[in-house]
């Protein structure tokens, strides 16, 4: 079992920044597939970003791209969304996720532990 810790969420202004942070509790998240998802209010959760297991792959909705970076430091079993440019439809809880399989993946069928998340809140 992996027991998945977000932070770093909080409230900022549009055009702001926030990087989140994924921790595992008590192992390291070398053997695991990352990614971020998001809920907003009233609609369904959907995906961020992804990273494979070695940290050299990775990929983003389009909704993102350019703007946000997802990155992991396995030596410290965490795994980081670094946000840019935020905008008022950023503003969801999100979810890091992770994936006992070998590839990258913008599902979240495919992910086996999710943390709680944690809240963004973009102001305009």
């Known amino acids: 079992q992996v027991q998945l810790v977000e932070s770093g969420g909080g409230l900022v202004q549009a055009g702001g920044s926030l990087r989140l942070s994924c921790a595992a509790s008590g192992r390291t998240l070398s053997s695991y597939a990352m990614g971020w998802f998001r809920q907003a209010p009233g609609k369904e959760r959907e995906f961020v970003a992804a990273?494979?297991?070695?940290?050299?792959?990775?990929y983003y909705a389009d909704s993102v791209k350019g703007r946000f970076t997802i990155s992991r430091d396995n030596a410290q079993t965490t795994v980081y969304l670094q946000m840019n440019s935020l905008k008022p439809e950023d503003t969801a809880v999100y979810y890091c996720?992770?994936?006992?399989?070998?590839?990258?993946?913008?599902?979240?069928?495919?992910?086996?532990?999710w943390g709680q998340g944690t809240q963004v809140t973009v102001s305009s």
């Open positions: 990273i494979s297991r070695n940290g050299a792959s990775t």
């Open positions: 996720a992770a994936s006992v399989r070998s590839g990258i993946y913008n599902l979240d069928w495919k992910y086996n532990y």
